[in-house]
């Protein structure tokens, strides 16, 4: 399979405690995103990366949040001392730098207890 | 087939009718336009897309409509099929990295 992975798929933790969740994008792909969707909404714009340069966030994207990209590839978003505000499915998306098309992956359901 | 106003959140239609979902978008200077599928518990999986120097883009079964004059894009699906029950949502992107998303229509196909 050669499209976006993300893990895990499902989280279910106790609100204080600290997540990561990681993506690995479609293998050509310079740029990663994130985003954020709640039940009944579209998915919201957290940041994005084009290789390890993280060049946009979100007023979303609190302190508690912070995504890295260290190689330029797979990425991590860990969002400390969870609130259950925070459940939500977390998106991770992949593209060309040169073309506006986003491939998404399957999502990691965050459940906050 | 039916039509369904601006921000209505569902759509019900007859298998094998067509099916029009309809989205307003919010920034005139956005020249990028896609729709999306998105089936429950899954990711979105792009359908088609639409640059704003045209007005009409086909795909298989599906045709986007983009009228800028209105900020107005619509996603036409032609013989609806019960695979293509999901929610459906357009997204605009202005030359930025990030797409800003639609409230989105729940597309149901009765057989």
């Given amino acids: 399979d050669t499209g976006v992975s993300q893990n ?4 279910i933790t106790k609100r204080g405690q600290n997540v990561t969740f990681r993506c690995d994008p479609i293998s050509e792909h310079n740029r990663l995103y994130w985003y954020r969707q709640t039940l009944g909404q ?16 979100s007023r979303l994207l609190s302190d508690r949040f912070s995504a890295e990209r260290p190689k330029g590839s797979f990425s991590t978003l860990e969002i400390q001392r969870t609130e259950q505000g925070d459940s939500a499915m977390y998106l991770c998306a992949s593209s060309f730098p040169t073309a506006d098309t ?8 965050l459940t906050v207890l | 087939g039916e039509s369904v106003g601006l921000h209505l959140p569902t759509l019900s239609v007859q298998e094998g ?13 956005s020249d990028y336009f896609i729709w999306y599928k998105q089936e429950s518990g899954k990711g979105p999986q792009f359908i088609i897309d639409i640059r704003s120097n ?24 032609a013989a609806t099929q019960p695979g293509d029950s999901a929610v459906y949502f357009c997204a605009e992107n202005n030359r930025g990295g990030k ?9 149901s196909v009765k057989p």
């Fill in chain 2, 54 to 77: 045209m007005d009409k883009r086909q795909g298989q079964r599906v045709t986007v409509l983009l009228n800028k004059t209105v900020k107005h894009l619509s996603l036409q699906i």
């Fill in chain 1, 8 to 11: 895990p798929r499902h989280k």
């Fill in chain 2, 17 to 29: 009718d067509n099916s029009i979902i309809n989205c307003a978008y919010s920034n005139s200077a």
């Fill in chain 1, 102 to 109: 986003q491939y998404f992956g399957p999502g990691t359901r």
């Fill in chain 2, 99 to 107: 797409l800003i998303f639609g409230q989105g229509t729940e597309l």
């Fill in chain 1, 42 to 57: 579209g998915p919201e714009f957290l940041t994005y990366f084009q290789n390890e340069a993280q060049l946009e966030k």
